[in-house]
């Protein structure tokens, strides 16, 4: 019966810049509370696949659909019907935030748009968000410039987390963030997703991160999609040349430069 239908639903998306094609025939699922993730070397094509699902860009071909609804609508309705329900999260959320606002002025107004009510509620609203991603009342009254990076990026996913949404879309979201910081950035998002049951796609070249924090991937290459299944199960037995080839690149004790060197050119050539 009562099937569990995916929160997102991507088919056969095709972007193309001119005559370059840089997202070519990408489809995928993803299901209520799981996490995906997309891999893939610089210019395969992530952050524009990314793009097009939070609506920044438009595809060539092929669709979007959110809970069952199709994206894409240019209305303020339809716009903000889709903000609602998926949110995004880059590598340096820093040009996303008003440098005059305060942390927690920035977090209050998408609940204004949102859910709308009494400001007082919206204060509270604040305070319970900044505590669920681990940010102080100090951090809260803070300008942007003040925070740290690892802060910044708590503080950009309390603001998406206050809209409420179905499912984030993160791009490179930890990248930036040194080691240990990377961590607690992980472990909050499995949290919350443990919590409130969201959905993640995961975008990041580091198959460490993307090892921890996603269920099942897909690999890009130029485009294409050469790669999908359960996360651990694509790390372990590589399918593909060229996710063997993204594995071997992992720096390890016994890592063989020359023979990835070697691998690469041979990749390329095919
Ligand atoms: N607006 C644009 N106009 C022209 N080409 C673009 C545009 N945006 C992206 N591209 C090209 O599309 C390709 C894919 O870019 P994209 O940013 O999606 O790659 P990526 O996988 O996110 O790479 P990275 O890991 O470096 O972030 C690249 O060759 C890029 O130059
Ligand atoms: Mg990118």
């Not at 681990?134 to 206050?162: C, F, H, M, V």
């Not at 996710?243 to 050539?269: G, Y």
């Amino acid at each position: 019966m009562n099937q569990p239908q995916p929160v997102l639903a991507v088919s056969s998306l095709v972007k193309r810049f001119g005559s370059f094609t840089a997202v070519d025939d990408v489809s995928f699922e993803l299901m209520p509370g799981t996490s995906l993730g997309i891999v893939g070397e610089s210019g395969s094509g992530k952050t524009t696949t990314a793009r097009i699902l939070a609506g920044l860009e438009r595809p060539t071909s092929g669709t979007v659909t959110l809970e069952g609804r199709a994206v894409g609508g240019r209305s303020r309705r339809d716009r903000l019907w889709q903000a609602g329900r998926l949110q995004m999260i880059f590598q340096d959320p820093y040009g996303s935030f008003d440098p005059r606002r305060t942390i927690a002025q920035s977090i209050a107004e998408p609940l204004r748009l949102h859910a709308p009510g009494p400001a007082e509620r919206h204060r509270a609203r604040v305070a319970e968000l900044l505590d669920q991603v681990g940010l102080s009342t100090r951090a809260g009254e803070a300008l942007p410039r003040d925070l740290s990076g690892g802060q910044r990026q708590r503080a950009a996913i309390a603001r998406a987390l206050g809209i409420a949404p179905r499912v984030l879309v993160l791009d490179e979201a930890v990248a930036a963030l040194d080691v240990s910081i990377q961590a607690q950035i992980l472990t909050l998002l499995d949290e919350l997703r443990r919590e409130t049951g969201i959905s993640y796609v995961f975008v990041s070249h580091d198959l460490a991160v993307v090892r921890y924090i996603t269920d099942t991937a897909v690999v890009m290459r130029h485009g294409r999609i050469v790669e999908r299944g359960g996360t651990e199960q694509i790390l372990r037995s590589p399918q593909h040349p060229y996710t063997r080839l993204l594995l071997d690149s992992i720096p390890s004790p016994d890592w063989d430069l020359e023979r990835v060197a070697r691998d690469r050119r041979a990749l390329d050539a095919r």
